[in-house]
C-alpha cells in the first residue's frame, strides 16, 4: 500500500526523518511510536503528501480520494462555526468534489457513522461545544463517512478518556477486519501491544519494524532514546544533493 525509499524529510534544512526504508502491507495495522521529536508526525502528512520531500520516494498505491488523514487535536482550529453534521459530511468531499450536492443518501451515511461513534442527536451542536473525546468521536465519524483504503491516526487518543479510547479502538479493529490499511501514531507501550500487530519505531531513522512484539523490546527501545538524545539540529546537513529529488507517487 505504502513504500518509503530513502525517504528524507527536512526542516531547515536538517532531516526530521533521515533515509527512511520499508513498506506498509495491504490491510496492516501499525502503530508508529518513537520519542518525541523523531518523525512520526512528519511521516504521516509525507505519506499524505503534505510536505515536500528532501530526498527519496513515497509510493502509495491508493489514490488520493481513498486515503484518510486524521491530524492531531492540537492542529485543527475549534473555533470554526460549523455543526456537527456538517463536520462529518466534509468526509465526502473526495467523492463528491466542491460542486457536488448532499443527497439523502449522504445524509444517511452520516447518520450511521454518528450512530456508531456513539453520538447520535448531536448533529447540530458546533463542535466547540464539544468535549476533546466527543470531537474526536466525530472526527473518526468523518473517516467513516470517507470509507477510504489507507487511514493515518496522529495521535488519535491523545487527551480523551478512555472510554472513549475504548470505543475507537474497537473502530480500529473493525477497519483492519475489512483489510484497510491504518497507520496511526501513539505513545502507549500497552495500548500498541494489545491492539497493534505491527509497529514501526522511529528516531528520524528506521529503529525497528515489523512485529509489534520483536519491536518493542528493551534493546531496540534503549537504541531509540539513545538516537534521540544524540541527534544534533546543528551537525552538517546530510547529503544535500538529495534535496532536489525527492517526489511523492500515487
Known amino acids: 500500500m505504502v513504500t518509503l525509499d530513502n525517504l528524507t524529510v527536512s526542516y531547515r534544512q536538517h532531516p526530521a526523518l533521515h533515509h527512511v526504508n520499508g513498506q506498509f502491507a ?7 511510536m518513537g520519542p518525541n521529536g523523531s518523525g512520526k508526525s512528519t511521516l504521516l502528512k509525507s505519506i499524505m503528501a ?3 520531500l528532501s530526498g527519496g520516494r513515497v509510493a502509495v498505491s491508493t489514490p488520493r480520494t481513498r486515503r484518510a488523514y486524521l491530524p492531531q487535536l492540537a492542529e485543527i482550529d475549534r473555533s470554526f462555526p460549523i455543526d456537527v453534521r456538517d463536520c462529518v459530511l466534509l468526509g465526502c468531499w473526495p467523492a463528491v468534489g466542491a460542486w457536488g450536492g448532499v443527497d439523502a443518501g449522504l ?3 452520516v447518520t450511521s457513522a454518528l450512530h456508531s461513534v456513539g453520538l ?3 448533529e447540530h451542536r458546533p463542535i466547540g461545544s464539544l468535549s476533546s473525546g466527543q470531537f474526536q468521536r466525530v472526527l473518526f465519524a468523518r473517516v467513516l463517512v470517507q470509507d477510504a ?9 491523545n487527551a480523551i478518556d478512555s472510554k472513549t479510547t475504548a470505543a475507537l479502538l474497537t473502530l480500529i479493529r473493525q ?9 496511526a501514531v501513539l505513545h502507549d507501550d500497552l495500548q500498541v501491544r494489545q491492539h497493534f500487530p505491527q509497529t514501526l519505531l522511529l528516531a528520524r531513522e528506521v529503529v525497528a519494524w515489523g512485529d509489534t512484539a520483536q519491536v518493542l523490546t528493551e534493546p531496540h527501545l534503549r537504541q ?5 538524545e544524540a541527534w544534533d539540529d546543528a551537525a552538517e546537513i546530510c547529503n544535500t544533493d538529495q534535496r532536489l529529488t525527492g517526489k511523492v507517487a500515487a
Open 26 to 32: 495491504p490491510g496492516s495495522l501499525t502503530a508508529v
Open 50 to 52: 503534505l510536505l515536500p
Open 107 to 109: 445524509l444517511a451515511r
Open 120 to 122: 447520535e442527536g448531536f
Open 149 to 157: 483504503d489507507l487511514i493515518l491516526l496522529d495521535e488519535p487518543f
Open 175 to 183: 477497519w483492519h477486519q475489512q483489510q484497510r490499511t491504518v497507520i
Open 224 to 228: 531509540a532514546r539513545t538516537l534521540a
